[in-house]
């Protein structure tokens, strides 16, 4: 740096030149690396070149013209040839182990699939990388159909059975008309967050959240303490989580159920309404959690039968982790299922220039496992992270009571009062998804 600054000060040199001959001068040097590298390989094989080893089969064949990879980028240069002789009397090419490492494509297909995640198109790939070769569209193609496998089999492979697992968040995203994903975020005692699989369906139905969380199990995921299963509604979802774990809290989402009770009520009464959840979030322990929900029923009582019957439906999971009594930081986090939302919708600018996903290929799986592991990288810890050991504590000591047989002994009254006692939604035949209740 102190020559090139000495340089543009002497004015022998502009900045963009002396910047172009210093990746020339890198370039160059690594060609006679290169060069020297081989010409050490030849001498092993033949021995040295005017003293040839008598019991060596190769000799040298003169030199020919060559290509290596250097940054992602052809460089020519000039390959030294040799051959072995055969015991039929013939002679075969010998073919160098440094010349076929510096060919080696590693390094220009990382570029390419970093290119291609990050949203260029496999038929401009030419034009990002002008200088390397294997960028036309079809090999681009080829290329990710293999490296995006790989990521799937990267994403699934991955050791989920050492973490502690505290909650597990399931959720679906629309791929298209005719294809859906059903996605699982995991969180574990210590607040950080994993995409942990998905699975590929026509909808939201039981078969494929059985399959995801069948695969989920098979690969280690066990809570020690409890688990807290936040979902959105979904009758299939919240049956595949209690065929596998019994014992798991389900929280219902208080976004999507706000959002499902205002499409019902006049536009006059939304803003009470979100004044109602909004306390609802932040008010801590079950007496409270009671109190805010009993507040919601009386104001939707004489508003809309419906509202209120979609209220009720969702009976007393709605405050779930209420009842747990944990501290209200964790609501922030826990008491929707924003978390694996907001995934999403990173993860729908990773596909937005997929125009067609076809049912089949494996095309699907390969670009939603590239979005969900880069959006993944983004995650940081759990709001309130902080309070989970309260959270596992809470879980750890619900899971005894139901062993003892003794849970709900000294329950406060239903919620509401005098009105008919909350049912906890019903764990239907399997059905497509039943979004927002």
Same mark, same amino acid.
């Given at each position: 740096?102190?020559?090139?600054?000495?340089?543009?000060?002497?004015?022998?040199?502009?900045?963009?030149?002396?910047? $172009? /001959?210093?990746?020339?001068?890198?370039?160059?040097?690594?060609?006679?690396?290169?060069?020297?590298?081989?010409?050490?390989?030849? &001498?092993?094989?033949?021995?040295?070149? *005017? &003293?040839?080893?008598?019991?060596?089969?190769?000799?040298?064949?003169?030199?020919?013209?060559?290509?290596?990879?250097?940054?992602?980028?052809? %460089? %020519?240069?000039?390959?030294?040839? #040799?051959?072995?002789?055969?015991?039929?009397?013939?002679?075969?090419?010998? *073919?160098?182990?440094?010349?076929?490492?510096?060919?080696?494509?590693?390094?220009?297909?990382?570029?390419?699939?970093?290119?291609?995640?990050?949203?260029?198109?496999?038929?401009?790939?030419?034009?990002?990388?002008?200088?390397?070769?294997?960028?036309? $569209?079809?090999? #681009?193609?080829?290329?990710?159909?293999?490296?995006?496998?790989?990521?799937?089999?990267?994403?699934?492979?991955?050791? @989920?059975?050492?973490?502690?697992?505290?909650?597990?968040?399931?959720?679906?995203?629309?791929?298209?008309?005719?294809?859906?994903?059903?996605?699982?975020?995991?969180? /574990?005692?210590?607040?950080?967050?994993?995409?942990?699989?998905?699975? !590929?369906?026509?909808?939201?139905?039981?078969? #494929?959240? &059985?399959?995801?969380?069948?695969?989920?199990?098979?690969?280690?995921?066990?809570?020690?303490?409890?688990?807290?299963?936040?979902?959105?509604?979904?009758?299939?979802?919240?049956?595949?989580?209690?065929?596998?774990?019994?014992?798991?809290?389900?929280?219902?989402?208080?976004?999507?159920?706000?959002?499902?009770?205002?499409?019902?009520?006049?536009?006059?009464?939304?803003?009470?309404?979100?004044?109602?959840?909004?306390? !609802?979030?932040?008010?801590?322990?079950?007496?409270?959690? $009671?109190?805010?929900?009993?507040? @919601?029923?009386?104001?939707?009582?004489?508003?809309?039968?419906?509202?209120?019957?979609?209220?009720?439906?969702?009976?007393?999971?709605?405050?779930?982790?209420?009842?747990?009594?944990?501290?209200? /930081?964790?609501?922030?986090?826990?008491?929707?299922?924003?978390?694996? %939302?907001?995934?999403?919708?990173?993860?729908?600018?990773?596909?937005?220039?997929? /125009?067609?996903? $076809?049912?089949?290929?494996?095309?699907?799986?390969?670009?939603?496992?590239?979005?969900?592991?880069?959006?993944?990288?983004?995650?940081?810890?759990?709001?309130?992270?902080?309070?989970?050991?309260?959270?596992?504590?809470? !879980?750890?000591?619900?899971?005894?009571?139901?062993?003892?047989?003794?849970?709900?002994?000294?329950?406060?009254?239903?919620?509401?009062?005098?009105?008919?006692?909350?049912?906890?939604?019903?764990?239907?035949?399997?059905?497509?998804?039943?979004?927002?209740?």
């Amino acid at each position: 740096m102190d020559q090139f600054s000495e340089l543009q000060q002497l004015g022998q040199m502009e900045s963009s030149e002396a910047g $172009r /001959t210093f990746r020339e001068f890198l370039r160059a040097s690594v060609r006679q690396c290169l060069v020297n590298v081989m010409a050490d390989e030849v &001498r092993q094989l033949c021995g040295p070149k *005017h &003293r040839p080893a008598a019991e060596a089969d190769a000799y040298r064949a003169g030199s020919a013209k060559g290509v290596a990879l250097c940054e992602g980028r052809r %460089e %020519e240069i000039v390959r030294p040839r #040799v051959r072995r002789k055969k015991r039929n009397g013939k002679t075969e090419e010998v *073919h160098l182990e440094t010349y076929a490492a510096a060919g080696d494509p590693g390094q220009l297909d990382d570029m390419l699939v970093r290119a291609l995640i990050a949203g260029a198109s496999g038929r401009d790939m030419k034009n990002v990388h002008p200088d390397s070769p294997k960028t036309s $569209r079809s090999s #681009v193609s080829r290329l990710w159909a293999k490296q995006g496998a790989r990521l799937v089999e990267q994403l699934r492979a991955r050791d @989920i059975a050492s973490h502690d697992w505290l909650a597990l968040m399931l959720d679906g995203i629309r791929l298209s008309k005719e294809q859906l994903a059903v996605v699982a975020l995991g969180i /574990t005692s210590g607040g950080e967050k994993h995409i942990l699989d998905f699975e !590929l369906g026509g909808s939201e139905n039981f078969e #494929v959240c &059985r399959d995801l969380v069948s695969r989920l199990v098979s690969r280690g995921f066990q809570p020690h303490c409890g688990l807290l299963a936040v979902l959105d509604g979904s009758d299939s979802l919240k049956k595949a989580v209690l065929a596998f774990f019994p014992d798991a809290v389900p929280q219902r989402c208080l976004v999507h159920k706000e959002r499902n009770i205002r499409g019902r009520l006049s536009k006059r009464h939304w803003g009470e309404l979100a004044r109602l959840f909004k306390r !609802l979030r932040e008010v801590e322990g079950e007496t409270a959690g $009671r109190e805010a929900y009993s507040d @919601i029923e009386r104001f939707l009582a004489d508003k809309n039968a419906a509202a209120l019957e979609s209220l009720r439906e969702a009976g007393e999971e709605l405050i779930a982790l209420h009842c747990l009594n944990v501290p209200a /930081t964790l609501h922030v986090s826990l008491l929707s299922t924003n978390l694996i %939302e907001n995934s999403f919708r990173n993860t729908r600018r990773k596909l937005g220039r997929v /125009t067609r996903f $076809r049912a089949e290929t494996n095309q699907a799986s390969r670009w939603l496992a590239a979005a969900l592991l880069e959006v993944e990288k983004g995650f940081r810890r759990l709001i309130g992270y902080k309070d989970l050991p309260r959270l596992a504590e809470a !879980l750890a000591s619900r899971a005894a009571e139901r062993e003892k047989g003794i849970e709900g002994a000294s329950r406060p009254a239903p919620l509401g009062g005098a009105s008919p006692p909350l049912r906890a939604a019903p764990s239907a035949p399997a059905t497509p998804r039943q979004a927002n209740t």
